[in-house]
Structure formats: C-alpha cells, structure tokens
T-cell receptor
Framework: EPEVTQTPSHQVTQMGQEVILRCVPI?????FYWYRQILGQKVEFLVS????????KSEIFDDQFSVERPDGSNFTLKIRSTKLEDSAMYFC????????????FGPGTRLLVL | SQQGEEDPQALSIQEGENATMNCSYK?????LQWYRQNSGRGLVHLIL?????REKHSGRLRVTLDTSKKSSSLLITASRAADTASYFC??????????FGKGTKLSVKP
C-alpha cells in the first residue's frame, strides 16, 4: 500500500540553525500539508500546498518557515532559524483531491531544538 | 475558534468493554474524520463520515454524526489492549487542511 514517508525520523539542532524536513508524499496525490504537534498537545495545521504554491497557511507559519517541492517527489519544510519553541513532531500529509477524501500522514519527524 | 473538541480527555477501561469518545465542533463541515495516534507515533486514519451521513461502521468502529448538534462520537466495541492510543477527531477545511481536537487518551487494561 502506498505511504507517505518522512526523513529524518529524529533531528536535534541548536537554536538559530536551519533545518530542512523532508517528505515524500503518495505519488498521485495533488495536495500536500505540514502539521506540527508540540509534546502533549494537539496537532496543528501549518501549511497546505497545491499546484506548486502555498494555498493556505496558519498564523504559526511565519517568515521563518518555507515549503518547497523541488522535484516531482519531495516536499520539504524549512525552518530558517530555529527557536526552542519549534521543538515538536512535524507531520507531512498528502491528499488526492481536496474536499472529502482521506488525508494520509507520514510517521513524523521529531525535532528537538536545544 | 477551535474545532473538534473531544471528551473525555482520558478514558480507562477493561479489555472487552466498549469505549465511547465524543467530539464537538463549531462551524459547518464537509466531513469529519477520526484518527488514531499511538504514543509518539504518526496519525492513522480510522474513518471519515460526510456531512450527509449519520452513521458509519468499520470493523469494531462505529461513528455517528449529528450536524444539528455539531457533534460526533466514536465507539470502539470489544476493546483490546492494542486499542490503547490517543484518538482525535478532525474537521476538514476548504483546502483540505484538517483542524484537530485535543484528543482522547484511551487506555485499555488487559
């Protein structure tokens, strides 16, 4: 069964460093998402991406964040200058068609900012 | 406004018992989904119910949706220790992004 994959599974970084989280969505899916989950809290939407551009973003997704689909398979989330409060689990998800279908989540990347 | 508020926040039952979790939301929806998350792991999609559906079954799962009350429930029948996890409801926005609730932490004791 096709699945969303994410790398790395864990990343530890120093405050102020840039990190890039990678995702490979399901191959025929058209919509891509990033979510984050701070430890013990709910999953929060960050950004959605369709047709090579951001379609919606939350207030969490400030100028420190960017997303890219550099080729036909990868979908990346970049945090330019990490803060302590960026420590969280980051989930990528993909969807074939917006509006009523199941969103498939990757296993997540656990980011720890020291 | 927050969407998808689940209750209870935590639920502890014995294996074999049924578990019922509830979810309320505030705005109109196209569909509502339930996800499961084992501790520290990814989200697994369980079931989707559309706004024009009232009840849906999948194996030991039964989901109801009451759009007049803006609420949904997830029933897991004959629970097993392996059902121990957090369960989240999520509503879908127009671009497909999901708004999650805080979740119910279910513990099934063998």
């Amino acid at each position: 069964e096709p699945e969303v994959t994410q790398t790395p599974s864990h990343q530890v970084t120093q405050m102020g460093q840039e990190v890039i989280l990678r995702c490979v969505p399901i191959s025929n899916h058209l919509y891509f998402y990033w979510y984050r989950q701070i430890l013990g809290q709910k999953v929060e939407f960050l950004v959605s991406f369709y047709n090579n551009e951001i379609s919606e973003k939350s207030e969490i997704f400030d100028d420190q964040f960017s997303v890219e689909r550099p080729d036909g398979s990868n979908f990346t989330l970049k945090i330019r200058s990490t803060k302590l409060e960026d420590s969280a689990m980051y989930f990528c998800a993909s969807l074939f068609v917006a509006g009523g279908e199941t969103q498939y989540f990757g296993p997540g990347t656990r980011l720890l900012v020291l | 406004s927050q969407q998808g508020e689940e209750d209870p926040q935590a639920l502890s039952i014995q294996e074999g018992e049924n578990a019922t979790m509830n979810c309320s939301y505030k705005t109109s929806i196209n569909n509502l989904q339930w996800y499961r998350q084992n501790s520290g792991r990814g989200l697994v999609h369980l079931i989707l119910i559309r706004s024009n559906e009232r009840e849906k079954h999948s194996g030991r799962l039964r989901v109801t949706l009451d759009t007049s009350k803006k609420s949904s429930s997830l029933l897991i029948t004959a629970s097993r220790a392996a059902d121990t996890a957090s369960y989240f409801c999520a509503t879908t926005r127009s671009q497909g992004n999901l708004i999650f609730g805080k979740g119910t932490k279910l513990s099934v004791k063998p």
